[in-house]
């Protein structure tokens, strides 16, 4: 089979498409046929050897993926054709791949291939951020950073499905277009973004922010919420990893809130499924919708974690695995 090899730690450049053998299913785990692989800012990380999880070279990248199931065990839920998504963790940057059958997930009979590959590793941070973190409650306020992005246009529409009014903050007025798409009920800019929040909110503040990208606005971030708020630490894009002066918590009774989805189910498997089934259930209502960016042959993986690296992306980027 076809597939992405990062064989050093340079970046996208590292990238090369290679032909290995189809991968055999170890016990509990599900084999697919892969029609469609997101690619996701933790995959730019592993190509530079900066992500938490560092895997013995070569290896192949890939997160989430969704396709037809080739194998599955006998107990589990699934069987040969089934169209699925599954979380495999790394290896979906190829014609097949294994994941085990807790991360596998069935789709609902409308969903297609596009949709079904950006949801896992986006939008079930969000809903675990937004929902478990943030304990967010319908009619609060959300402000997302970083809004175009994966992560960003996938919490507005989490947070437009369960009952938010949404802030977006974007780089440019283009990407603004795309959150506006997204849902987001109103889009100010990075530059001066406080004094735009303070203004659509009559000086109260938003009830949650939502933060992949970290550096210089944290502190602006901080001040942006009301009384009893909760910034949502996801991600740090940006590069800089800001400190907190914990004094400034006192002051307004506000929240720093860690999300890290992955080291929460690494131990609880089981819930991965449970959430899977949560995010289905809203979908329900018409909210959860991913912007696709472009789905781009496997052969252009590399161009693909290039345009991570270039911030270039606005929504979900997949990869074809059949081209």
């Given at each position: 089979?076809?597939?992405?090899h990062?064989?050093r730690?340079?970046?996208?450049d590292?990238?090369?498409?290679?032909?290995?053998?189809?991968?055999?299913?170890?016990e509990?785990?599900?084999?697919?046929?892969?029609?469609?692989?997101?690619?996701?800012?933790?995959?730019?990380?592993?190509?530079?050897?900066?992500?938490?999880i560092r895997?013995?070279?070569?290896?192949?990248?890939?997160?989430?993926?969704?396709?037809?199931?080739?194998s599955?065990p006998?107990?589990?839920?699934?069987?040969?054709?089934?169209?699925?998504?599954?979380?495999p963790?790394?290896?979906?940057?190829?014609?097949?791949?294994?994941?085990?059958?807790?991360?596998?997930?069935?789709?609902?009979?409308?969903?297609?291939?596009?949709?079904?590959a950006?949801?896992?590793?986006?939008?079930?941070?969000?809903?675990?951020?937004?929902?478990?973190?943030?304990?967010?409650?319908?009619?609060?306020?959300?402000?997302?950073h970083?809004?175009?992005?994966?992560?960003?246009?996938?919490?507005?529409?989490?947070?437009?499905?369960s009952?938010?009014?949404?802030?977006?903050?974007?780089?440019?007025?283009?990407?603004?277009e795309?959150?506006r798409?997204?849902?987001a009920?109103?889009?100010?800019?990075?530059d001066?973004?406080?004094?735009?929040?303070?203004?659509l909110?009559?000086?109260?503040?938003?009830?949650?922010?939502?933060?992949?990208?970290?550096?210089?606005?944290?502190?602006?971030?901080?001040?942006?919420?009301?009384?009893?708020?909760?910034?949502?630490v996801?991600?740090?894009?940006?590069?800089?990893?800001?400190?907190?002066?914990?004094?400034?918590?006192?002051?307004?009774?506000?929240?720093?809130?860690?999300?890290?989805?992955?080291?929460?189910?690494?131990?609880?498997?089981?819930?991965v499924?449970?959430?899977?089934?949560q995010?289905?259930?809203?979908a329900?209502?018409?909210?959860?919708d991913?912007p696709?960016?472009?789905?781009?042959?496997?052969?252009?993986?590399g161009?693909a974690?290039?345009?991570?690296?270039?911030?270039?992306?606005?929504?979900?980027?997949?990869?074809?695995?059949?081209?």
């Amino acid at each position: 089979m076809r597939a992405v090899h990062v064989t050093r730690l340079d970046g996208p450049d590292a990238v090369e498409i290679v032909d290995l053998p189809q991968p055999t299913a170890p016990e509990n785990h599900v084999l697919i046929e892969v029609a469609r692989a997101g690619v996701s800012f933790p995959d730019l990380l592993l190509t530079r050897g900066e992500y938490q999880i560092r895997p013995d070279l070569p290896f192949v990248p890939g997160a989430e993926v969704a396709g037809t199931v080739v194998s599955a065990p006998p107990d589990s839920d699934f069987a040969a054709g089934d169209r699925v998504a599954a979380f495999p963790g790394f290896g979906g940057f190829a014609q097949f791949v294994t994941a085990p059958a807790e991360y596998v997930f069935p789709l609902p009979g409308d969903m297609s291939f596009d949709v079904a590959a950006a949801l896992p590793m986006n939008y079930l941070t969000c809903l675990f951020g937004l929902l478990q973190r943030g304990a967010l409650q319908a009619g609060e306020t959300v402000l997302v950073h970083g809004a175009a992005g994966g992560i960003g246009t996938a919490a507005i529409q989490v947070a437009k499905a369960s009952g938010a009014r949404v802030i977006a903050v974007t780089s440019t007025a283009q990407k603004g277009e795309v959150a506006r798409a997204a849902g987001a009920d109103d889009v100010v800019l990075a530059d001066g973004f406080l004094a735009a929040v303070k203004d659509l909110t009559d000086g109260r503040g938003v009830d949650i922010v939502v933060d992949p990208v970290g550096g210089d606005r944290f502190t602006d971030s901080l001040r942006s919420l009301a009384t009893l708020g909760r910034l949502l630490v996801i991600g740090f894009t940006e590069g800089a990893i800001p400190q907190v002066k914990v004094n400034r918590l006192l002051l307004n009774n506000i929240s720093v809130v860690g999300v890290g989805w992955g080291a929460y189910w690494a131990s609880r498997p089981h819930v991965v499924r449970a959430q899977w089934d949560q995010l289905i259930e809203l979908a329900r209502g018409g909210a959860i919708d991913p912007p696709i960016d472009e789905v781009l042959p496997l052969s252009d993986a590399g161009t693909a974690i290039g345009r991570l690296a270039a911030r270039s992306v606005t929504g979900k980027l997949l990869l074809d695995p059949t081209r």
